[in-house]
């Protein structure tokens, strides 16, 4: 009774239970899915999709714009909940298809709990935990070809670009069965999977040749014979694209960077599901995305004097540490020894003085060499402390790099400026349903829940887990750990069983592999300094006799199978029964979730294996539990170095200390997100804002978007053109009113503010109102609408203002504006809209630009409003609606201004104009979990990458991007996907081709018919 009672209030269990209408549902398919044809499955997918486009097309434009974040504890809305209900109504079918097509391209079927799995997060908003081993990348593809259906996007996120390219391949095999795209974006290049059918005519017959020597896919031996290099926004166009969370959250910020609908890349944010949900949700978390540039005047000298001057100091003499709070503070005789170095009399008077010795001493105490970096070719180089992967191109930001080159004696380099910036947490939560797993999700339920608003559930393994985990062994000092670590590794190795020795820095696992050197134990090491090797080192791991020693093993995306080759041969049956892999871990990670990910290692698929863990009392963790005084009390009884403890309760301890410090790290998570929605709130209404004029403008000027596809109007036929010709001056009349609006603003604040500070009618207070409006509109093209000279036009709308009452002056003012506006319009005729389109962004991207950096700074400083008893958060959010509604006003001022004061320009004036200041921007970053920050560093960008210091040098680089004969508003830009792919033929050549509908078209261009070709609609006959 007592368990029926315990069952009905588990939840984990209901959730499981409650997939087992649909599950009974897959599998009673089964029978009739084996007798369907690829075609058969496609032509039934097609009928799923024209029902589901029909009910996405009757949702606004604007519902579809991923700029607001969802509030996932809250229901959808009812256009979004119809159409999951009619997702899962297909559900069955489409989960049986795939059950299908794996089984006749890779040879096996899906497992019960996969397929549970994967009718979970099917149901949106929701996160599973399945063991190591289970196949989740296999699982994910269930609720991926799912939700592709909807024709609105569907993504997965990898942890690293290899991951990306590799799974987005292997289910492009699978996809592609089904008559679904696959794209793939990386911080190098896009892609598309392209159908077999089309390999010989896309690639050659070498690449087809390759292909058919593999008749079965294997995810091991995806090399890219099914990808083809394209441009970003096909990738994000096609069915299902895979790519990292980097990439996704950078073509966020750079889409709405962007001054021309054609570098858009990404549509709508409807569908994704995270693979390493825990490592991307979590620990990439802790650090926000940012778009930057360097400054010219930066000095970077400053960093070296700072270094030199907490280069002598002493621990607990000058400074304290605390290693709970990975703080470090100067004592009194510290500060007086720093001031006496500097030449200084207070060192807090200079906040920025005092903040850069902070820093410089965080460096030279809390971050180690070959630990948190490595210094490299005359770069310091951040380690990642979860996976221990260099961290290429990226850097500690707020100054702690340069801090630490200044400390290592390298180049400094100079600090960056934001353009952009988004933390994942308020990223993720753009999606409109978000869903993903791991091995380790549910030790983190409560931050999901309480950041993202995912629930997380355990799904049970596929075969009963026989791993034996052993009891922690506790050692006085870091010197006996490794000596008996080491004697353990020997003793393994001699009988043959395979050993992976986890380590969580870079300098131990040299430790370890120096002491297994002196005894001549052959093994691998996997780390930062040689990771570009792990993927056959891990495939290496489970063999006879094998010994590795890894640095993490998180996000590693690849398992060991233990004997090296495949389950049940005879190397295998061999390894089992000397145990399976062991699994040493040499010291306790901060998270519970991390010693859990090396566990997993071991023990798979209901495999034989063991772990255990060697702990030192003054390893870090147990300095935090209270390593000092344990061993004191060792040394009182008598122990020795050699003798370890192995008691089940300090064991206990220790996963109560792991619990603390990941309650700490997600308090500390938890208040960057509570700040940044602060700062989000800002960043969703300026990017609507933005998002809705680039729309208009680019409408006004013949762009349109339309089914995720840019539509240039110019470059269509006559008869085509004419269809658009009502839009277009549709558009045109939105974007002056749009202009007008924001005029009438202006004029309408600063007269009522003139009429509000002063009761009576007068020529004073005239002159002001006069003094505002001259000061938006310039005199001289004042003069010319007026048709009066220029040294009479304040006089004359002094006069004018005076002959009426005070309550009309707003609406004369008014409509003069408008008559300027009006001018410009004749003036500049088509162009205008272009010119209104490019003055408008570059006003809203500089104010934008310098409003994150003053909230930056009052971020930094809002602390001290602790020490007056006050919450700084709150503090914060009633400081950030002044900054804010300040930064609305500049917005609306400066546009105007801008707009009624242009003039044409002439060759000499375009000519004299400074060159473009590019945007430094890094494709391969975000994972640095010790710091709040980072900075993107990397190569200069192209144009869609810059942010342009001159209107006028923005105006013509963008004019020689899109003009043909001249003509502004047109497009030369061809499709560059098949400029290298397609090598048998030129896009003019004359092809004759067949449509999967039998449909045959003799004699046209290949370039009409190209997309055609590379989806798989079409393929190209005799």
């Known amino acids: 009774m007592a368990n029926k009672i315990s069952s009905i209030f588990d939840l984990n269990s209901r959730q499981i239970k409650s997939t087992d209408k649909a599950f009974q549902k897959i599998r009673s398919l089964k029978d009739d899915v084996e007798k369907m044809s690829y075609e058969d499955m496609q032509k039934r997918i097609k009928e799923m999709k024209a029902e589901l486009t029909k009910m996405t097309d009757e949702i606004p434009f604007e519902k579809k714009l991923s700029l607001r974040k969802i509030d996932r504890t809250k229901p959808l809305p009812k256009e979004e909940i119809a159409i999951q209900n009619k997702l899962n109504e297909f559900l069955p079918e489409v989960f049986a298809f795939m059950d299908e097509v794996f089984f006749r391209k890779v040879g096996f079927r899906y497992h019960d709990v996969q397929l549970r799995a994967g009718i979970i997060l099917a149901q949106g908003q929701r996160l599973v935990e399945l063991y190591t081993g289970e196949g989740k990348t296999m699982t994910f593809q269930l609720p991926l070809v799912l939700y592709s259906l909807a024709g609105r996007g569907a993504h997965l996120v990898t942890v690293n670009d290899y991951l990306s390219r590799r799974d987005g391949e292997y289910a492009g095999h699978i996809a592609s069965a089904l008559g679904l795209t696959v794209g793939i974006v990386s911080s190098t290049a896009s892609y598309k999977f392209v159908f077999d059918e089309q390999l010989k005519f896309v690639k050659g017959e070498g690449a087809a040749e390759l292909r058919e020597k593999m008749p079965k896919i294997q995810i091991s031996a995806m090399d890219g014979i099914n990808l083809v290099e394209c441009v970003k926004r096909e990738s994000y166009n096609c069915d299902i694209t895979y790519g990292t969370n980097n990439e996704y959250g950078f073509d966020y910020l750079r889409d709405n960077m962007s001054w021309d609908l054609n570098n858009i890349s990404q549509r709508e944010l409807y569908f994704c599901i995270i693979d390493e949900a825990d490592s991307i949700l979590i620990d990439e978390a802790r650090t926000p995305l940012i778009i930057s540039g360097i400054p010219t005047d930066a000095n970077v000298s400053k960093y070296k004097l700072f270094a030199e001057a907490v280069n002598d100091l002493v621990e607990n003499e000058h400074y304290e540490v605390d290693h709970k709070t990975r703080r470090v503070m100067l004592t009194e005789e510290g500060i007086q020894m720093v001031e006496n170095k500097l030449g200084v009399d207070n060192l807090w008077k200079d906040y920025s003085m005092a903040y850069h010795i902070e820093n410089a001493l965080k460096a030279q105490t809390m971050f180690n060499r070959d630990e948190h970096y490595l210094v490299k070719g005359g770069e310091v180089l951040i380690v990642d402390e979860f996976t221990g992967r260099i961290l290429k191109g990226r850097r500690y930001s707020e100054g702690l790099h340069q801090a630490i080159e200044a400390k290592e004696g390298v180049e400094v380099r100079q600090e960056s400026k934001t353009y952009a910036t988004i933390t994942f947490q308020n990223f993720f939560r753009l999606y409109k349903v978000l869903c993903g797993g791991s091995g380790t999700v549910m030790t983190e339920a409560e931050e999901f829940y309480k950041i993202y608003g995912l629930e997380t559930v355990q799904v049970p393994t596929n075969r009963p887990v026989v791993r034996v985990d052993s009891p922690d062994l506790i050692y006085k000092n870091q010197n006996a750990k490794y000596k008996a670590v080491v004697a353990e590794i020997k003793e393994r190795h001699s009988k043959?069983?395979?050993?992976?020795?986890?380590?969580?820095?870079?300098?131990?696992?040299?430790?370890?592999?120096?002491?297994?050197?002196?005894?001549?134990?052959?093994?691998?090491?996997?780390?930062?300094?040689?990771?570009?090797?792990?993927?056959?080192?891990?495939?290496?791991?489970?063999?006879?006799?094998?010994?590795?020693?890894?640095?993490?093993?998180?996000?590693?995306?690849?398992?060991?199978?233990?004997?090296?080759?495949?389950?049940?041969?005879?190397?295998?049956?061999?390894?089992?029964?000397?145990?399976?892999?062991?699994?040493?871990?040499?010291?306790?990670?901060?998270?519970?979730?991390?010693?859990?990910?090396?566990?997993?290692?071991?023990?798979?698929?209901?495999?034989?294996?063991?772990?255990?863990?060697?702990?030192?009392?003054?390893?870090?963790?147990?300095?935090?539990?209270?390593?000092?005084?344990?061993?004191?009390?060792?040394?009182?009884?008598?122990?020795?170095?050699?003798?370890?403890?192995?008691?089940?309760?300090?064991?206990?301890?220790?996963?109560?200390?792991?619990?603390?410090?990941?309650?700490?790290?997600?308090?500390?998570?938890?208040?960057?997100?509570?700040?940044?929605?602060?700062m989000n709130q800002h960043r969703e209404i300026f990017y609507s804002r933005r998002r809705n004029f680039l729309q208009s403008a680019e409408e006004a000027s013949g762009k349109f978007i339309e089914q995720g596809n840019l539509v240039v109007v110019s470059s269509l036929d006559k008869q085509h053109q004419e269809q658009y010709n009502s839009k277009i001056e549709s558009a045109q009349e939105n974007l002056i009113k749009i202009i007008k609006a924001l005029v009438d603003l202006e004029v309408s604040n600063f007269t009522k503010t003139q009429l509000s500070n002063n009761k009576k009618w007068n020529k004073e207070v005239v002159s002001n109102i006069v003094k505002n409006f001259t000061e938006i509109i310039p005199v001289s093209i004042l003069a010319k609408v007026l048709n009066i000279q220029t040294s009479k036009v304040t006089e004359f709308l002094s006069e004018e203002l005076l002959k009426d009452k005070s309550d009309k002056s707003e609406k004369y003012l008014v409509e003069l504006a408008d008559k300027v506006i009006d001018e410009k319009q004749k003036e500049f005729g088509k162009e205008f809209y272009y010119v209104a389109k490019a003055i408008t962004l570059q006003t809203m991207d500089n104010i934008w630009v310098d409003h994150l950096e003053l909230m930056k700074d009052i971020r930094d400083g809002i602390g001290l409003q602790a020490y007056a008893q006050k919450d700084p958060l709150v503090e914060y959010k009633n400081e950030a609606y002044i900054v804010f509604e300040s930064f609305i006003q500049n917005i609306n001022k400066d546009v105007v201004k801008q707009i009624l004061s242009i003039q044409r320009l002439t060759p000499e004036m375009v000519n004299a104009q400074p060159t473009l200041a590019n945007a430094v921007t890094n494709e391969d970053q975000i994972t640095d979990v010790l710091t709040e920050d980072r900075e993107f560093i990397a190569d200069q960008g192209n144009d869609n990458k810059v942010l342009a210091s001159s209107l006028v040098g923005r105006l013509e680089s963008e004019r020689k991007q899109n003009a043909v004969s001249g003509g502004l508003g047109q497009e030369n830009n061809t499709r560059k996907i098949n400029a290298k792919a397609f090598k048998q033929f030129n896009r003019n050549d004359r092809v004759t081709v067949r449509y999967s509908d039998g449909e045959v078209q003799k004699d046209v261009k290949f370039k009409k018919v190209e997309n055609d070709l590379l989806t798989g609609k079409a393929v190209i006959v005799d």
């Open 496 to 678: 043959g069983q395979p050993v992976l020795v986890g380590t969580t820095s870079v300098d131990k696992s040299e430790i370890i592999s120096n002491l297994l050197d002196i005894e001549r134990i052959p093994h691998e090491v996997l780390n930062a300094k040689y990771h570009e090797q792990e993927a056959k080192i891990i495939e290496k791991a489970g063999r006879k006799g094998a010994v590795t020693v890894a640095t993490n093993m998180a996000g590693r995306g690849a398992d060991i199978v233990i004997g090296g080759g495949s389950r049940g041969d005879e190397a295998y049956e061999e390894i089992k029964a000397l145990g399976g892999l062991h699994v040493i871990g040499t010291e306790r990670h901060e998270s519970r979730r991390i010693d859990n990910q090396l566990r997993g290692r071991t023990g798979r698929q209901g495999e034989p294996g063991s772990s255990r863990f060697y702990v030192a009392l003054d390893d870090q963790l147990m300095r935090i539990l209270g390593g000092d005084m344990m061993g004191s009390l060792m040394a009182r009884v008598g122990m020795d170095d050699d003798t370890p403890i192995e008691l089940k309760l300090i064991s206990k301890q220790i996963e109560s200390a792991q619990k603390r410090i990941e309650g700490m790290n997600f308090d500390s998570r938890k208040q960057i997100v509570d700040y940044d929605d602060v």
